[in-house]
């Protein structure tokens, strides 16, 4: 659900991903129910009516931190998915639009116009468009999309050690029968395979790609509505509109500017002066956005419930996180509310689902699993053979923002209550997640994880012995099996229940990383942005039906 001025927050029970994980990344302009039309007088209202979409016009946005490459299955980064979102499209994608809810798990057809299941979830057929060409640019020349590009895409994706190999580890083969179907035939039933197709690291590559004709790190070819006309490194990437678009009459845009811009305070001033056209996530300048949207008139301002999980990952390979109950301590010391609240604009409590996914614990249901109570912390501590406490080190990356740092330094404080001693290292962002992270190169982390679709993504990736993110030395082969399990229960009810008994036991068994909360996030619009209907995944395809109004102020 979409929070404006006056609005409410959105509902449990839908799913809830990805929002902005930086100062830059896009949040909605949608509004709901109290939100003004063109002509209300609220300051930050929302224009909902402004008519007819009119084309033309160059949108203007900034990002702190730049993309590390352009290849969408070789980099798990976020940075990367944000920078080819609107180059490259999906067999599936989410819903997005006035009528839907911002974290809406209904489905629709992107590469494919229609899909269908068997009875028991083991067969998924999809029906691909017909006449949907490649971007025009060498070597793929604007040729026609065909099944033989899927298949070139997961053949690339088996071959790799990435994050999607995870999401589709339950595919035992694949046929394409002709030009235009693709057959997925699973290992095992898989309720919501659906839902994977449409993930935003399921997106799909030209065979001119996969067999490295073109290099992907360097250059995006798509099918999608924006072509990438030029990238600068660490300066800026240059988006025009894709003139073979397969859905008629879009985008409107005539083309997409980011400009890298790490500090909060140039984007504040660029878009004071009419530089950008969208600043988001300033969670933590909430005072100053208040003050920016009554100061500047027409300024929308969109409030949305927070996807993005703040965790300590513990690395249990080595002691003392080797032992659970010094996990379990490490939770119970923190003041996750207060840290919200304090630091962030608010956010929603959560455990290893974040709680409107379907099977996500409910806030209170981890507040009453993960108590903030230091006093119980130190007891676990000194039962596990640390009375005194220990020193220790907290890995954090300035890559998203000052903000992350000034949570770490809470986390340090609030530890330091039950006598863990944590020195804070700053590692920059490429070594943060393409070294010390994944490589399990610290004792604790803090830091931010790339929101997840399903809770099956969460679990199977996160938590499993081989999972793709499991980057905290997790190995318990009853979990395994849980996992493995609620992926093939058919029955909504029935599977949800197995999501949730599996968070009851990673809080009791695991309690690595522990999660925090996911923060709510602002967005800021020029007054001539319209229709920006976006969805928590981050893929920005919605950024096809945005549209500048020549009649705004």
């Avoid at 990805?18 to 100062?23: D, I």
């Avoid at 179907?181 to 935003?200: G, Y």
């Avoid at 993960?370 to 006093?375: A, L, N, S, T, V």
Wanted: net charge negative.
């Amino acid at each position: 659900m979409r929070v404006s001025t006056g609005t409410r927050l959105r509902t449990a029970g839908v799913l809830l991903a990805c929002s902005a994980l930086t100062t830059a990344c896009f949040s909605g302009s949608g509004s709901d129910e109290g939100s003004a039309s063109a002509s209300g007088d609220e300051p930050g209202a929302v224009v909902t009516d402004a008519g007819d979409p009119v084309d033309g016009g160059v949108l203007y946005t900034a990002a702190t931190t730049d993309a590390i490459s352009l290849d969408p299955q070789a980099e798990a980064s976020f940075t990367v998915h944000y920078a080819v979102g609107t180059v490259y499209n999906r067999l599936l994608a989410f819903q997005t639009g006035e009528q839907y809810e911002f974290n809406t798990n209904e489905l629709k057809g992107d590469l494919a116009e229609e899909w269908e299941a068997n009875d028991d979830r083991t067969e998924w057929t999809f029906h691909l468009r017909e006449g949907v060409k490649w971007q025009n640019k060498p070597p793929v020349n604007g040729r026609e999309f065909t099944s033989k590009d899927v298949t070139c895409t997961l053949d690339r994706i088996t071959s790799l050690p990435g994050h999607q190999i995870g999401l589709i580890g339950n595919v035992a083969k694949v046929e394409t029968p002709d030009d235009y179907t693709v057959v997925f035939k699973l290992k095992s039933p898989q309720a919501a395979f659906d839902e994977t197709m449409a993930n935003p690291f399921m997106v799909i590559l030209p065979c001119e790609g996969t067999e490295g004709k073109f290099d992907l790190a360097e250059e995006a070819i798509g099918t999608g509505p924006f072509m990438l006309e030029s990238w600068k490194k660490d300066q800026e990437r240059v988006y025009v509109k894709n003139p073979d678009y397969f859905l008629e009459g879009l985008p409107h845009l005539d083309g997409i500017n980011v400009t890298v811009m790490p500090d909060a305070q140039a984007q504040i001033a660029a878009l004071r002066s009419g530089k950008l056209d969208i600043i988001s996530a300033l969670s933590t300048e909430k005072n100053q956005v208040d003050q920016l949207v009554k100061q500047i008139d027409g300024l929308q301002l969109v409030q949305e419930e927070g996807t993005s999980h703040t965790r300590i990952p513990l690395n249990v390979t080595k002691p003392p996180f080797d032992d659970v109950r010094v996990r379990q301590a490490v939770g119970m010391a923190i003041d996750r509310e207060g840290m919200a609240n304090t630091i962030r604009v608010g956010g929603v409590m959560t455990a290893a689902v974040t709680p409107s996914i379907f099977g996500g614990l409910t806030e209170e249901e981890s507040l009453e699993a993960m108590p903030y109570d230091p006093e119980a912390a130190k007891k676990l501590l000194a039962d596990a053979g640390y009375p005194d406490g220990f020193d220790t080190t907290l890995t954090v990356t300035n890559g998203y923002g000052e903000t992350v740092v000034r949570e770490a330094q809470w986390v340090q404080e609030d530890l330091a209550e039950i006598g863990i001693n944590a020195e804070i290292k700053i590692d920059d962002y490429a070594t943060y997640i393409g070294d010390t992270w994944p490589t399990l190169k610290y004792d604790m982390i803090y830091g931010l994880q790339t929101p997840m679709l399903t809770a099956d993504e969460y679990l199977t990736t996160e938590y499993t012995s081989d999972g793709t993110r499991n980057w905290y030395g997790i190995k318990d082969p009853k979990l395994d099996k849980m996992i493995a399990e609620q992926r093939t229960i058919i029955d909504d009810t029935e599977r949800e229940q197995a999501i949730r008994d599996i968070q009851y036991y990673i809080l009791e068994n695991v309690a690595s990383p522990v999660t925090l909360y996911a923060y709510n996030t602002q967005t800021i619009l020029a007054p001539d942005v319209r229709n920006f209907w976006n969805h928590p995944d981050y893929s920005q395809l919605e950024m096809e039906d945005v549209w500048l109004d020549p009649d705004a102020g």
